[in-house]
């Protein structure tokens, strides 16, 4: 099993930045796709932002040009650079990653991490 561990979630002013990280631990796994997700009180979960072992990313029309998300495929990490922030931003933000328990397995499964909150005051 894959378990993650996030970091870097806080108390910011609008406009202005940050950081957050999040390291999967385990053995014989393979991912192929990590990535952000977000949640606020009384709505759905929803994507922030994507990446692939391939360098592939995919971010949600409310964050780009804003949000820069990166990988570090050796050390099995991914990060969430947050650019000028805004109060819409304000959410308990997933770190998640879909993986293979062995490279030779025919499925994939996935794991959430525990979320951490970042808010953003006017």
């Known amino acids: 099993q894959v378990q993650l561990v996030e970091s870097g979630g806080g108390l910011v002013q609008a406009g202005e930045s940050l950081s957050l990280s999040c390291a999967a631990s385990?053995?014989?796994?393979?991912?192929?796709?990590m990535g952000w997700y977000r949640q606020v009180p009384g709505k759905q979960r929803e994507l922030v932002a994507t990446v692939t072992s391939g360098g592939i990313t995919n971010y949600a029309d409310s964050v780009k040009g804003r949000f820069t998300i990166s990988r570090d495929n050796a050390k099995n990490t991914v990060s969430l650079q947050m650019n000028s922030l805004k109060p819409e931003d304000t959410a308990v933000y997933y770190c998640?990653?879909?993986?293979?328990?062995?490279?030779?397995?025919?499925?994939?499964?996935?794991?959430w991490g525990q979320g951490t909150q970042v808010t953003v005051s006017s």
């Open positions: 998640a990653a879909t993986y293979k328990q062995y490279k030779w397995s025919r499925s994939e499964t996935s794991s």
């Open positions: 385990g053995s014989s796994f393979s991912i192929s796709r």
